[in-house]
């Protein structure tokens, strides 16, 4: 069993969304190859594969109804199996990482002879999707959020109340202000009146004396 890390050897076929034959490998029929790839967990990833046996009577790689193709997945920290599918020859695979860290994708084929020298092409994609999105952390996100937004409500409604508070208290001391030059006005008026009132009064008085004097 041979074991490669996808990340080292395709560093751009792990990561882009598009890829197309990325990846193709030569098998004994009783090998089994494996590769190494580090997860983060609640991953989706997506492989397709192509297994094309060796023809002596054509000289060449043919596809081979018969020939089946096992994918096995393995969490390698806890030796837990994620999934082991068996397929034909061309067939696809789909698994969704529980944990985080490295996991074994093993391919081997359905020949179990060890006496057996078929060899095998096979071409394998693997695409590696986004992360699962985390509902209960949305939700407590949203919770906070709306924590947050209510806060906020409270907040710009004491600030409503305060403004109009302090909206009456100025119409209160614009009212007092008034009044206040109001009754001034009218005081200032009764005050030259008083005056008027006794400047003439003294005046009538200074002439009486003088035409006393007389």
């Not at 909206?167 to 009212?175: C, I, L, Q």
Request: proline residues 2%; negative net charge.
């Amino acid at each position: 069993m041979f074991a490669f890390r996808l990340s080292v050897l395709l560093p751009s076929f792990l990561f882009l969304i598009t890829t197309v034959n990325a990846l193709h490998f030569y098998l004994d029929a009783n090998e089994k190859r494996c590769f190494v790839e580090e997860l983060p967990s609640d991953t989706v990833v997506e492989g397709h594969y192509r297994a094309l046996e060796w023809a002596d009577s054509t000289q060449q790689y043919i596809l081979n109804e018969e020939l089946g193709i096992i994918v096995e997945v393995e969490e390698m920290e806890t030796s837990h199996v994620v999934t082991k599918t068996r397929g034909p020859s061309d067939g696809r695979f789909t698994f969704t990482s529980h944990e985080s860290g490295d996991h074994s994708i093993c391919i081997s084929t359905n020949y179990t002879s060890w006496w057996s020298s078929t060899h095998i092409k096979l071409y394998l994609d693997i695409v590696v999707g986004s992360t699962k999105p985390d509902i209960e952390s949305d939700r407590t996100h949203i919770g906070e959020l709306s924590s947050k937004l209510r806060d906020l409500n409270q907040k710009l409604e004491e600030i409503r109340r305060e403004q109009q508070y302090q909206r009456e208290r100025e119409a209160d001391f614009r009212n007092l202000s008034e009044n206040t030059n109001s009754k001034a006005v009218w005081y200032s008026v009764l005050q030259i009146g008083v005056l008027i009132a006794t400047c003439t009064w003294q005046l009538r008085h200074l002439k009486r004396f003088f035409a006393d004097k007389r």
